[in-house]
């Protein structure tokens, strides 16, 4: 594995004295770049609020380092002057592996600065048994890291996207008796951190991926939104005032615990990851002799599957509607975002029903707010755990991504 990378001053961590300051000022600089995408330096000054004079620094420093660089000038319509010559991340200047350790499969990949992927490894399995993930997961990262070649020393990390309870919900599986009961004595960051020098982060896999539609995705045009995964268990995330909140559990925005109706004579009630979990797809599919895996691809809009596709629809986005009903009641949200690992003709399908599902709810006293169709895809978890990482070193909030540390 590759050693892990000196630091530049750029990303040393925040202190209070005159450096620490201009480090702190270098993270913001790069952040809005990030969030804003290419930006002459007038710009940056604006969004930044920090001088013209202090920018110029920053952003000739930052190139040094090989984190920025100048694009072709540009000349802005009706502007008198000099055209402006706007500033963007380097893809190069760093990189950062994302792992995304799941139900259903394991994906590994690189991503670049500027948010690219630049290779990926993926194995799909039945069920997640650690005695054979870890060996298959170290063989993959291995092969990553080699695969970028010299940008093997630009690595700023490791970041892991994980369910928190990886071995919870053994029941909706068909697995060896206690396959599943492993989990609850390993911690996957230690486990993973035995495997390199590189440091590793760790946080909830629907956590990553909102942090990853966030950064890249509807999230720099949204100030507070929900965000629902559609995986092998929907889940999600939340973010408030334009921040990711993780919560003091690191388990905010869980929407599939959300229960679905209220206890009555001794039963408890159901939950909207019973209901509206790919999982119940891929059964329903499994029953009728067709491939479990169809659930995830175009096949599940096929004339041979598309009748249980709509049945699945038909109990999925009403219960859906009412989860986000019931959180807008309490959130005051903006949006809310739906992605997930199922084909983007039907994430359509379900994000148009939702929508009339949520006509028929009476909205006195609360705003409605609006679906939107995720930006990400299926790769939103392992590209969520690569940011890490680059947060961790290079923007000036990164905790706000992380799962807290135990007591």
Same mark, same amino acid.
């Given at each position: 594995?590759?050693?892990?990378?000196?630091?530049?001053?750029?990303?040393?961590?925040?202190?209070?004295?005159?450096?620490?300051?201009?480090?702190?000022?270098?993270?913001?600089?790069? %952040?809005?770049?990030?969030?804003?995408?290419?930006?002459?330096?007038?710009?940056?000054?604006?969004?930044?609020?920090?001088? +013209?004079?202090?920018?110029?620094?920053?952003?000739?420093?930052?190139?040094?380092? &090989?984190?920025?660089?100048?694009?072709?000038?540009?000349?802005?319509?009706?502007?008198?002057? %000099?055209?402006?010559?706007?500033?963007?991340?380097?893809?190069?200047?760093?990189?950062?592996?994302?792992?995304?350790? &799941?139900?259903?499969?394991?994906?590994?990949?690189?991503?670049?600065?500027?948010?690219?992927?630049?290779?990926?490894?993926?194995?799909?399995?039945?069920?997640?048994?650690?005695?054979?993930?870890?060996?298959?997961?170290?063989?993959?990262?291995?092969?990553?890291?080699?695969?970028?070649?010299? &940008?093997?020393?630009?690595?700023?990390?490791?970041?892991?996207?994980?369910?928190?309870?990886?071995?919870?919900? #053994?029941?909706?599986?068909?697995?060896?008796?206690?396959?599943?009961?492993?989990?609850?004595?390993?911690?996957? #960051?230690?486990?993973?951190?035995?495997?390199?020098?590189?440091?590793?982060?760790?946080?909830?896999?629907?956590?990553?991926?909102?942090?990853?539609?966030?950064?890249?995705? %509807?999230?720099?045009?949204?100030?507070?939104?929900?965000?629902?995964?559609?995986?092998?268990?929907?889940?999600?995330?939340?973010?408030?005032? &334009?921040?990711?909140?993780?919560?003091?559990?690191?388990?905010?925005?869980?929407?599939?615990?959300?229960?679905?109706?209220?206890?009555?004579?001794?039963?408890?009630?159901?939950?909207?990851?019973?209901?509206?979990?790919?999982?119940?797809?891929?059964?329903?599919?499994? !029953?009728?002799?067709?491939?479990? !895996?169809?659930?995830?691809?175009?096949?599940?809009?096929?004339?041979?599957? #598309?009748?249980?596709?709509?049945?699945? +629809?038909?109990?999925?986005?009403?219960?859906?509607?009412?989860?986000?009903?019931?959180?807008?009641?309490?959130?005051?949200?903006?949006?809310?975002?739906?992605?997930?690992?199922?084909?983007?003709?039907?994430?359509?399908?379900?994000?148009?029903?939702?929508?009339?599902?949520?006509?028929?709810?009476?909205? %006195?006293?609360?705003?409605?707010?609006?679906?939107?169709?995720?930006?990400?895809?299926?790769?939103?978890?392992? +590209?969520?755990?690569?940011?890490?990482?680059?947060?961790?070193?290079?923007?000036?909030?990164?905790?706000?991504?992380?799962?807290?540390?135990?007591?």
């Amino acid at each position: 594995m590759s050693e892990r990378p000196a630091r530049k001053a750029s990303v040393h961590s925040v202190g209070s004295n005159q450096l620490g300051m201009r480090q702190f000022n270098e993270r913001i600089v790069l %952040q809005a770049i990030r969030l804003h995408g290419s930006l002459p330096k007038a710009d940056i000054a604006r969004l930044t609020r920090l001088s +013209m004079q202090t920018v110029s620094l920053i952003v000739d420093h930052l190139i040094e380092d &090989g984190l920025l660089a100048k694009e072709p000038r540009s000349r802005v319509r009706g502007r008198i002057g %000099q055209p402006s010559v706007p500033i963007s991340l380097r893809a190069d200047g760093a990189f950062s592996i994302g792992v995304k350790v &799941g139900r259903r499969s394991l994906d590994v990949l690189s991503m670049d600065f500027a948010g690219n992927v630049r290779s990926r490894e993926t194995l799909e399995y039945p069920y997640p048994d650690p005695h054979a993930l870890f060996p298959a997961l170290e063989e993959r990262l291995a092969r990553v890291v080699a695969a970028l070649e010299d &940008g093997a020393s630009k690595i700023a990390g490791i970041g892991v996207a994980a369910p928190l309870w990886l071995g919870g919900w #053994r029941d909706f599986f068909d697995t060896p008796p206690d396959a599943l009961a492993a989990w609850n004595d390993i911690d996957i #960051r230690e486990r993973i951190q035995a495997m390199t020098a590189l440091p590793v982060e760790f946080a909830k896999d629907t956590t990553a991926a909102c942090a990853a539609e966030l950064v890249m995705g %509807q999230g720099r045009g949204l100030r507070n939104f929900l965000y629902v995964f559609i995986g092998t268990f929907i889940g999600g995330g939340l973010v408030i005032d &334009g921040r990711l909140h993780a919560g003091p559990g690191g388990n905010a925005g869980a929407i599939g615990s959300f229960p679905l109706t209220g206890a009555a004579n001794g039963h408890h009630a159901g939950q909207l990851l019973n209901t509206a979990s790919v999982y119940v797809l891929e059964k329903a599919f499994a !029953a009728a002799g067709a491939p479990a !895996a169809a659930a995830h691809d175009e096949r599940a809009l096929s004339p041979e599957l #598309r009748a249980l596709s709509e049945a699945w +629809m038909d109990k999925t986005c009403p219960a859906l509607a009412m989860s986000i009903a019931s959180s807008a009641a309490l959130l005051d949200l903006d949006a809310v975002v739906i992605d997930g690992e199922i084909d983007r003709n039907l994430l359509r399908d379900v994000i148009r029903r939702t929508e009339d599902a949520l006509a028929a709810f009476d909205w %006195q006293g609360m705003t409605r707010p609006r679906l939107v169709e995720g930006l990400i895809g299926p790769d939103a978890r392992a +590209m969520g755990g690569a940011i890490l990482p680059l947060y961790a070193h290079f923007a000036p909030k990164h905790e706000l991504f992380l799962k807290p540390l135990e007591a």
